[in-house]
């Protein structure tokens, strides 16, 4: 198996996470929390002057500018229409900011609990903003990110699996055989259902991605969003037997 010589976040000391917001004219005090974020890197970083900041250095080689951008504008469109989504703060009119190699945005903290899914007052008032969400998102394309299809999330990672030797020698039949049988099955559901509409998403709408207030939720993360079905913005809210996520998805 072959294993990368360094990790893309070896240069991101604390120190540059520092220096790269001081970078843009803030006065850090040196508190520094990192952040769960899965792919990213993540951190509350507290000011001197005034409340703390939180900023997400992109993992390099993952997006381009060009995709980066696209992701904050549509945050900024959203926010203009009054739904909740927590949008980067602009420097010189700037929201995406290269430091040493890095790219990074920096947010305001907003604060908030995990929704209660069992409520359906809740399920049904996320539902609306979700509504919202794509209603807006439906006005024109994505140019620069990807859409969720069977070919970009299925076909091209199991073939990037197997061309870099990713896997155990002993594995890499099952694996192709196992994957091979679960992308067929995907491909007949994308075939019965037929064409069906693509707009801009959110793109990773689970719990952990939005914050609730007694005024309601806010939106974070939109760094997956993509085209795609608009049921790809539902379906990590449902959870439970079928009745229940029936229910559920009822109410959203």
């Known amino acids: 198996m072959n294993t990368p010589s360094a990790h ?29 974020s899965y792919e990213n890197r993540v951190y509350q970083i507290g000011l001197v002057d005034g409340a703390p900041v939180v900023a997400k250095f992109y993992r390099p080689a993952r997006w381009t500018e060009a995709q980066i951008l696209e992701e904050h504008e549509f945050a900024f469109e959203l926010a203009e229409r009054e739904i909740p989504v927590v949008t980067p703060l602009r420097f010189d009119g700037a929201s995406l900011h290269r430091y040493q190699g ?54 091209e990672p199991r073939d ?58 806010h939106f974070v993360d939109l760094d997956d969003a993509c085209m795609g079905p608009a049921v790809q913005d539902l379906w990590m809210l449902l959870s439970g037997e079928r009745a229940a996520m029936t229910r559920q998805l009822s109410v959203l």
């Open 160 to 217: 990037y699996l197997l061309a870099h030797e990713c896997l155990p020698e002993e594995l890499r039949e099952v694996y192709r055989g196992v994957a091979d049988q679960a992308l067929a099955a995907v491909q007949r559901l994308f075939d019965a259902a037929g064409p069906v509409r693509s707009l801009r998403l959110h793109g990773d709408c689970h719990p952990g991605n939005l914050l609730w207030t007694d005024e309601g939720p």
């Open 102 to 155: 890095f790219l990074f945005a920096v947010y305001p903290r907003r604060g908030g609990r995990a929704p209660d899914l069992e409520d359906e007052q809740t399920l049904e008032r996320l539902g609306r903003f979700i509504g919202r969400i794509h209603a807006v998102g439906s006005i024109r394309p994505f140019r620069h990110r990807p859409s969720l299809d069977v070919r970009r999330f299925g076909y």
């Open 8 to 36: 893309p976040y070896d240069a991101l000391t604390p120190e540059r996470v520092l220096d790269a917001i001081e970078s843009l004219g803030l006065r850090c005090d040196g508190y520094l929390q990192a952040l769960n």
